[in-house]
């Protein structure tokens, strides 16, 4: 059931440095927020700590709240494990399991939970499959590795596994950068489908991208190096890429600097 994600006074460190100030923003249910940006700004840093992905890193720590439906994911007693459950991540390079089955990839999730019952997990493995978009190429060979599948292939499997778990959010972290332009398109077309069930936020270096597929685009930068990033703007995309407020963010979409 997709959420809605309310980020509130967020500031990211990793030990001293203070990589990310003071980044408020909503992400309503059932929809694709993109976070753009030059390199160094913090997108994924954000993205990372919303489902505290980001204090893997030792000595990194964020300050403020990311409520999910209005719950604190970083309140007192919350386990990451259990964020990570309901908010999936899908990374920027195709990271199945390579050894692995493509059927014991996407319950993999599942099997950590200790879902054991053979029929459940086959059921859910063909309807992640079918969210996102596999079931078809893969369906005769489900028992092969999830390594020998095409990039492409690879990032949808990496999906699934994602969606297995029924999450409530779905984070993107730049996921066709490493994909060709068919693929790409297969991922994009994915997207639109999946915010029927899921809500979205990617990162993405590509502007047309953004511009295809978010309905409201956040746009950070940061002042000098050295300085943390910040959120500049966000509003829906189609605003934001046809009049946005701040000049920073027109001289970025229009290729003046990033």
Known sequence: MAKRLDIKDLNIYYGKFHAVKDVSLSVPPHSITAFIGPSGCGKSTVLRTLNRMHEEVP??????KVLLDGEDIYGKGISPTAVR???GMVF???????????RDNVVAGLRLQGVRNKAALDEVCERSLRGAN???EVKDRLKKPGGGLSGGQQQRLCIARAIAVSPDVLLMDEPCSALDPISTLAIEDLMGELKKDYTIVIVTHNMQQAARVSDQTAFFNLKGQGQPGRLVEINDTETMFSNPTEKATEDYIS???G
Do not use: H, K, V
Not at 92 to 102: D, L, V
């Open 59 to 64: 000595g990194a720590y964020a300050e403020g």
């Open 85 to 87: 459950t309901t908010i």
């Open 92 to 102: 920027q390079r195709p990271n199945p399991f390579p050894t692995m089955s493509i």
């Open 134 to 136: 596999l079931w078809d």
């Open 255 to 257: 290729g003046r600097f």
